[in-house]
């Protein structure tokens, strides 16, 4: 059974920076296609970034150039690095990952990602 722990969430003002981690475990090869996800109250949740198996990303349009998604297969870690925050960017974050090599479309939804972490929040001050 894959389960994953988001943790690294917390309150930042505006242009600052956190760094959200998802442990992942229950599966050890690397053919899983992995991503972040938000979801602000009252909205739909919505994708912010995607790894696949060879480490290719996509981003949202509104964190490109502002958010980093990485991966380490040797900690089965997934991580989110968001710089020079804004307080649109104040959402409860998800970790999900899905047993593909590649996603072929964008965006992807909540429906294309078997596995989800319990979430993270992350508060964004002006």
């Known amino acids: 059974q894959v389960q994953l722990v988001e943790s690294g969430g917390g309150s930042v003002r505006a242009g600052g920076s956190l760094r959200l981690s998802c442990a992942a475990s229950g599966y050890t090869d690397s053919s899983y296609c992995m991503a972040w996800f938000r979801q602000a109250p009252g909205k739909e949740r919505e994708v912010v970034a995607t790894?696949?198996?060879?480490?290719?990303?996509a981003y949202v349009d509104s964190v490109k150039g502002r958010f980093t998604i990485a991966k380490d297969l040797t900690k089965n870690t997934l991580s989110l690095q968001m710089n020079s925050l804004k307080p649109e960017d104040t959402a409860m974050y998800f970790c999900a990952a899905e047993p593909k090599r590649y996603l072929t479309w964008w965006p992807p939804v909540q429906a294309d990602f078997r596995y989800w972490g319990q979430g993270t929040q992350v508060t964004v001050s002006s």
């Open positions: 790894i696949n198996s060879d480490g290719g990303t």
